[in-house]
């Protein structure tokens, strides 16, 4: 039971980190029909900003805001407007294609640049191991979970709850119509790039120390986030979070109940079952296919 | 005269929505039945459900006396039953001509003979009949996709009769053709009426096109068949009078 | 018209005859680069099969080389002549295939792509757990090459020609098929499966063949791969050799039959046009086909297809033109 219980508390945490990167993953989708194959790599990236903004000698704090700050310039401005602009009316796949490109491209970037070992990070949090009905529980997992649902409920007001938000959503559901209700849906796109660079900004930030800074550290993240997508929704905010969540969870109980070596083979089951069986997701509504 | 399709009562409800609400037609040989009704009336629906792209909720499909409910399009399509889209669908990288074997091919010899058979399945002599007979014939070679609109709502009817179907269900025919072109148009599936005895449901809005094509008519309301009869009988109709007019 | 037929025509008979004389003055590097230039080639014929004529993405296709390459190297190190490898590695990629291809009946598009994407990794997962079949990470070493009508195919060069003749029947056996109304209804399926439908095409039995035999062709691509490295483990068959095959089919220009075999030589042999730039190699590729999927996103055939296309269009209207001109302009 005690095992259960920091199992639950530890896979509700790396699964807030799968949502956040899931999260964006759905809001290029929805915005622009962008398929980033680089999404594990977007990820990945910032930390890098981070480590060199403080070999420069900045403290931690002001590292973090600079290199969010480039993310927000590289990964979402110059993403969008020199990859997925030229590119957009020619359908997903080209697209998906080029994505896979910067994908590869970030890694030997990286790889060339700063070495292929894997970097310690600071984190933000301490690791103190808490106590609780009998579960060990680590502070850096509450943290992770705290700042995670942090940034969504954030993102969840900024959508729902201002007008930026709302003409957001209007551009995802329908660009013709909100440009004819007069929305800017060219800006509208943009921010919704902006935004996924903020929140895998922050996903980096929380799960680089975990797993130390690396070129290839994306992989795994970028393939949690797909299947958080689709598990959850692909049209749904809401549903990333869920399949974040219930992805890391599952993460989790399989490695301990299940064997070792087929441990992510549990996700994509998962994966190829909801496809199978609802391919909206679980939160998704079904898109009604026309004839 | 012969039964061709018979229609029992068909229901389709999308959610809590009934787009067809219990529609009984019956279509003879040799006969052209339209349809008209006001946008939204559940034509195109009813449409679909007889083809087997969309499963009715109730009632059922006879086809020559032999029930055909729920039957795939492409295994009615091979009993004989063909039809065209409200939207045009040519296949754009094929040539004409391509585009009109492919039309006729799934109907003669196997998975197997089609591999290891002649290249164009036995039909370019077919193929260039049709091109003949529906005016295409300098546009034989080349890509569907870079004729007129015109010239592509010819084809794709010309498609739609390619394998010599005993039942044709044509969905807005004349929808954005220029006036020659509808002549044309009209022209030619008389010509294929007469001919070959090949019996035709139509929906159309072109109430001109209806009532001069058609040798019955059907008009559909809300989901349910307001009247029926023949082009005369419907235009005195107060009932169709006041759903066309009245609002 | 004819001219390109022409040209085409050239370029092939030079391009074959180059494939036939060259091995004569190659190193056994060169030798092995050129052979797995043929054996990519091949995966990336049935992948262009699978995805640019029948429109079915996939995201799988390197574990079907995985499959075969494993075929071939449990049953060849078993006594067992290649030859029946290949049969059994046919029989099993076109199952599985067939398999995978039931998933696309039911979603397209993005969601396709991350089924077979999760099927790739399964697969790679396999490789590595089932160590009873496939001695896992360790991998099977000393994989043989194979007696060929009598013939023992051992050197590089003799087993080069086993790989280039092998793309010759595969190429073969593809042109057939594209050209048969098979070829017809799998491109009337990628343009519009609906309305193939209704014109009698079994939609569903052609998507399950497209997967099928392009998954055949990933296994018989395996097949010869086994014997050319001659150690099989599972590194290379990760969802990275599936992406490196799309690519392949991409930037080649999907749904053009020269497209599988100019992407593969892009990616087999570029790497070592670019040995001086060292590290730099992926990176110069991965800008390559960004830049290349936004000036052209049908692939370099692509480029070569619209100028064509433009010419011909030129020409036509400049017979249109002429022709009004002599007949005084009536229409």
Redesign the interface.
């Known amino acids: 039971m005690s095992t259960l219980i920091s199992l639950i508390v530890s896979g509700c945490a790396t699964g807030a980190i799968y949502a956040l990167v899931a999260i964006g993953f759905t809001l290029l989708?929805q915005t622009s029909q962008t398929?980033n194959?680089a999404q594990g790599e977007f990820v990945m990236l910032p930390a890098f900003f981070m480590l060199a903004g403080m070999n420069m000698g900045m403290p931690f704090w002001l590292a973090i805001l600079v290199g969010t700050a480039i993310s927000v310039a590289i990964l979402g401005a110059a993403f969008k407007r020199a990859?997925v602009d030229?590119?957009l009316r020619?359908?997903?796949?080209?697209?998906?294609?080029?994505t896979?490109?910067?994908s590869?491209?970030m890694k030997?970037?990286v790889?060339?640049f700063y070495g292929a070992e894997a970097q310690p990070f600071p984190s933000l949090i301490p690791a103190i191991d808490l106590h609780f009905l009998g579960a060990t529980i680590s502070t850096q997992s509450l943290g992770l979970l705290a700042v995670g649902v942090a940034a969504v409920l954030a993102l969840q007001y900024l959508l729902n709850s201002t007008s930026v938000g709302r003409q957001m959503q209007a551009t995802a559901q329908n660009p013709n119509v909100a440009r004819i209700l007069g929305i800017p849906v060219e800006r509208m796109v943009m921010y919704s790039f902006i935004i996924n660079a903020i929140l895998v900004s922050v996903a980096s930030v929380l799960v680089t120390p975990l797993y130390l800074a690396k070129f290839s550290s994306g992989e795994t993240l970028g393939?949690a986030a797909?299947?958080a997508a689709?598990v959850g929704g692909?049209n749904q905010v809401r549903g990333a979070i869920l399949g974040g969540i219930l992805l890391g969870i599952t993460d989790n109980l399989a490695a301990t109940y299940i064997s070792t070596?087929?441990r992510?083979?549990v996700p994509?089951?998962l994966?190829?079952a909801v496809?199978?069986f609802r391919?909206q997701g679980l939160l998704g509504t079904a898109e009604?296919r026309t004839? | 005269m012969k039964q061709v399709l018979k229609v029992s009562n068909i229901v389709k409800r999308f959610g809590g929505i009934t787009a067809v609400g219990g529609v009984s037609f019956e279509v003879n040989e040799g006969e052209i039945l339209g349809i008209i009704g006001p946008n939204g009336c559940g034509k195109s629906t009813l449409f679909n459900c007889i083809l087997g792209q969309l499963t009715p909720n109730e009632g059922s499909v006879h086809l020559d006396g032999q029930e055909v409910t729920g039957l795939r399009p492409c295994d009615l399509n091979r009993l004989g039953v063909s039809r065209t889209f409200q939207l045009l669908q040519v296949f754009p990288q094929l040539t004409v001509r391509e585009n009109l074997i492919l039309s006729g091919q799934e109907h003669r010899g196997t998975m197997g003979s089609r591999l290891f058979g002649p290249r164009d399945a036995g039909l370019s002599e077919e193929a260039d009949r049709m091109i003949g007979f529906f005016k295409l014939g300098h546009l034989a070679g080349e890509k569907a996709g870079g004729l007129s609109y015109g010239q592509q709502k010819l084809l794709d009817a010309a498609m739609a009769f390619m394998a010599g179907p005993r039942l044709v269900l044509l969905d807005e025919p004349a929808g954005g053709v220029n006036l020659t072109m509808l002549e044309n148009l009209k022209e030619r599936l008389q010509a294929i009426n007469a001919e070959q005895g090949a019996t035709f449901v139509v929906i159309e809005h072109n109430m001109e096109f209806v009532m001069s094509l058609c040798t019955r008519v059907l008009v559909l309301a809300e989901g349910r068949v307001l009247a029926m009869g023949t082009p005369a009988e419907v235009r005195a109709n107060p009932q169709v009078v006041e759903a066309y007019l009245g609002h | 018209m004819s001219t390109q037929r022409l040209l085409t025509l050239l370029g092939l008979t030079l391009g074959v005859l180059l494939l036939l004389v060259a091995p004569f003055w190659m190193s056994k590097y060169q030798l092995y680069v050129v052979s797995l230039w043929a054996v990519m080639s091949i995966a990336a014929i049935g992948l262009n099969l699978t995805l640019g004529y029948a429109g079915q993405v996939s995201l799988a296709q390197g574990v079907f080389v995985g499959v075969g390459a494993y075929t071939g190297a449990i049953m060849t190190t078993n006594g067992m002549p290649m030859a029946a490898a290949l049969v059994v590695a046919v029989v099993l990629c076109f199952a599985i295939g067939w398999a995978l291809g039931y998933p696309a009946l039911r979603v397209q598009h993005h969601y396709l792509a991350f089924v077979t994407l999760a099927f790739s990794t399964l697969g790679y997962l396999v490789f590595r757990n089932e160590e009873w079949l496939t001695k896992g990470i360790y991998g099977i070493v000393d994989v043989p090459r194979p007696m060929l009508l009598g013939v023992q195919a051992e050197s590089n060069l003799r087993f080069y020609f086993v790989c280039i003749l092998s793309l010759a029947i595969v190429s073969f056996g593809v042109w057939w098929l594209i050209r048969s109304p098979w070829g017809r209804a799998f491109v009337a399926l990628r343009e519009n499966p609906i309305r193939a439908l209704s014109l009698g095409v079994d939609t569903r039995r052609y998507t399950l063949m497209a997967f099928a035999i392009g998954s055949c062709l990933g296994g018989v691509a395996g097949v010869i791969y086994a014997p050319l490295v001659e150690f099989i483990d599972p590194s290379p068959f990760t969802l990275d050799l599936s992406l490196k095959l799309l690519m392949m089919v991409i930037v080649g220009g999907s749904g053009f039959f020269a497209g599988p075999y100019l992407g593969a030589a892009i990616a087999v042999l570029l790497p070592e046009v670019l040995r001086f730039t060292e590290g730099y190699y992926l990176l110069i590729y991965a800008a390559f086909v960004m830049i290349l999927m936004i000036i052209s996103p049908t692939g370099l055939l692509g480029i070569l297809d619209r100028y064509l296309t433009a010419r011909s269009t030129r020409k036509a209207s400049a017979a249109r033109a002429a022709l009004s001109a002599s007949f005084g302009d009536q229409t």
């Open positions: 989708w398929i194959f990859l030229p590119m020619h359908g997903a796949l080209p697209l998906a294609i080029a896979m490109a910067l590869i491209m030997e970037g790889k060339e393939l797909f299947i689709i692909f070596q087929y992510s083979a994509l089951a994966l190829i496809i199978l391919p009604e004839v």
